[in-house]
């Protein structure tokens, strides 16, 4: 039962070009989404977050969209740099009236190269 | 910043053997959470902890599973008797609020149980 779907398992991407990393979710009771970073041999770092009663959310680099009708939201990482190599999740989770811990996906593995 | 603390970084362990991981959750946080990956797969959800009783567990978190907060600092997880299909690593998280707009899990760098 995936309720949270991270199909690209890896992405290559150019320093300096945009990265983007997709999440579709099953769930329509999914309120607020969550996006995590990890790097080997450390744990998930939160990274940017969105409600739904938005579609979009910016932080420096990193900006998340959400497309409620479609079910999915979208990670954006302009530019992209060699740091930025690492696993991806996406979490969601349903504030709203039902269980809050968030449902992750499997991840997708992002690599920047030089 | 303060961090989720998780010890061992690995731990090998026969089947049927007794594991516990531990964690030392951030210090004010409330809500205290297992989560683990097998390799290639999502990250799953265990267990969540609140007010020194379980709040929520998923179907993974059978009889084979318990967790305690011991000592008001320690969160453990105990798994009774391994079975292969345990390897995984296992993350601890922590918030201090219930999941909602503007919280969000602090995760531990994770426990990397091989069950041989």
């Known amino acids: 039962d995936q309720q949270v779907k991270q199909n690209s398992p890896s992405l290559s991407v150019q320093e300096g070009r945009i990265s983007i990393l997709n999440c579709d979710y099953t769930?329509?009771?999914?309120?607020?989404f969550l996006w995590y970073k990890k790097y080997p041999a450390e744990g998930p770092t939160f990274l940017i977050s969105i409600s739904s009663i938005k579609d979009k959310n910016e932080d420096g680099r990193f900006t998340v969209f959400l497309n409620k009708s479609a079910k999915h939201l979208s990670l954006h990482i302009v530019p992209s740099q060699p740091g930025d190599s690492a696993v991806y999740f996406c979490a969601a989770s349903r504030t709203a009236g039902g269980s809050y811990i968030p449902t992750f996906g499997r991840g997708t593995s992002l690599i920047v190269h030089p | 910043e303060p961090e989720v603390t998780q010890t061992p970084s690995h731990q090998v362990t026969q089947m049927g053997q007794e594991v516990i991981l531990r964690c030392v959750p951030i210090s004010n946080h409330l809500y205290f959470y297992w989560y683990r990956q097998i390799l290639g797969q999502k990250v799953e959800f265990l267990v969540s902890?609140?007010?020194?009783?379980?709040?929520?567990k998923s179907e993974i978190f059978d009889d084979q599973f318990s967790v305690e907060r011991p000592d008001g600092s320690n969160f453990t997880l105990k798994i009774r008797s391994t079975k292969l299909e345990d390897s995984a690593m296992y993350f601890c998280a922590s918030s201090w609020d219930r999941i909602a707009t503007n919280e969000k899990l602090f995760f531990g760098s994770g426990t990397q149980l091989s069950v041989l």
């Open positions: 769930n329509s009771m999914f309120d607020y």
């Open positions: 902890f609140y007010n020194n009783e379980i709040s929520e």
